[in-house]
C-alpha cells in the first residue's frame, strides 16, 4: 500500500448505529487529520494529531470521536450520528503540523451516508 | 481574519483552451503558504504545488502555471491548452500562522471534448 488509504471507502449507518472509519499513512509522516466535505461547503477540519496528540478540535460534536494509537493511524468512531452528518471523510497526513514541510496528503475518503 | 475565496464555482470550457482559475486570499500573517490541490470525480484531493510569502516567482509545471502577485493578493492557477482529464474541482488554500489549512471553497471545472 502506498499514500493514504481509507476503509471503508462508502458506509451506510442507521442514527443508532457505531461505526469506526480507518485511515493508514504510508509515507513516514507525523500528523494526520480528519475533514468533512459536505455539499457546497468548503472542507471542515474536524481533529489534527501531531505525533499521537491531538492539538485541535474545532468544535466538532461529541458523536465523533478521534483516535490516534499512532502515527501511522487514524480512527474516526461515529455513534448516534444524525442525517446532516452525511457526507464525504477525508483523512490527510503531513510531515510536521507545526513546522517544515506543510502539504497535505489525502486518502481517498469515505462517503458516509446516514439513514 | 483569514480567508480563501474562489469566486468561479464552475468554469465550463472546451477542449484545448486555456482556463485561469482565480484565488484571491486575506491574511495579516507576513509569512504564509498558499497550496492549490485537485479533487478529481474519485474524491481524492491531490497536491499541485505550495507556495511561500516570500517566493513571488511564478512556477510552471507542464501545462500548469501558478501566478502569485502579493499586491493583490492572488494566487491564480492556469491551465494551458486542457485536456478532459483535468475536468476536477480545484481548491486553493492558505496555511495560517498555527498551520492549519484554510480552504477556499472551490471551483469545478469542466472540460468538454
Known amino acids: 500500500e502506498t499514500g493514504v488509504t481509507q476503509t471503508p471507502r462508502h458506509l451506510v449507518m442507521g442514527m443508532t448505529n457505531k461505526k469506526s472509519l480507518k485511515c493508514e499513512q504510508h509515507?513516514?509522516?507525523?500528523?494526520m487529520y480528519w475533514y468533512k466535505q459536505s455539499a457546497k461547503k468548503p472542507l471542515e477540519l474536524m481533529f489534527v494529531?501531531?505525533?499521537?496528540?491531538?492539538?485541535e478540535n474545532n468544535s466538532v460534536p461529541s458523536r465523533f470521536s478521534p483516535e490516534c494509537p499512532n502515527s501511522s493511524h487514524l480512527f474516526l468512531h461515529l455513534h448516534t450520528l444524525q442525517p446532516e452528518d452525511s457526507a464525504l471523510y477525508l483523512c490527510?497526513?503531513?510531515?510536521?503540523?507545526?513546522?517544515?514541510?506543510?502539504?497535505?496528503?489525502f486518502g481517498p475518503g469515505t462517503r458516509l451516508t446516514v439513514t | 481574519a483569514q480567508k480563501v475565496t474562489q469566486a468561479q464555482t464552475e468554469i465550463s470550457v472546451v477542449e484545448k483552451e486555456d482556463v485561469t482559475l482565480d484565488c484571491v486570499y486575506e491574511?495579516?500573517?507576513?509569512?504564509?503558504?498558499l497550496f492549490w490541490y485537485k479533487q478529481p470525480p474519485s474524491g481524492e484531493l491531490v497536491f499541485l504545488i505550495r507556495?511561500?510569502?516570500?517566493d513571488e516567482q511564478n512556477e510552471i509545471s507542464g501545462r500548469y502555471s501558478w501566478n502569485f502577485q502579493k499586491s493583490t493578493s492572488s494566487f491564480n492557477f492556469t491551465i494551458t491548452a486542457s485536456q478532459v482529464v483535468d475536468s476536477a474541482v480545484y481548491f486553493c488554500?492558505?496555511?495560517?500562522?498555527?498551520?492549519?489549512?484554510?480552504w477556499g471553497a472551490g471551483t469545478k471545472l469542466i472540460i468538454k471534448p
Open positions: 507556495r511561500n510569502s516570500f
Open positions: 488554500a492558505l496555511a495560517d500562522s498555527n498551520y492549519q489549512l484554510i
Open positions: 490527510a497526513s503531513s510531515q510536521d503540523q507545526r513546522g517544515g514541510t506543510y502539504e497535505q496528503y
Open positions: 494529531y501531531s505525533l499521537e496528540e491531538r492539538v
Open positions: 491574511t495579516r500573517d507576513t509569512t504564509y503558504y
Open positions: 509515507l513516514g509522516h507525523n500528523a
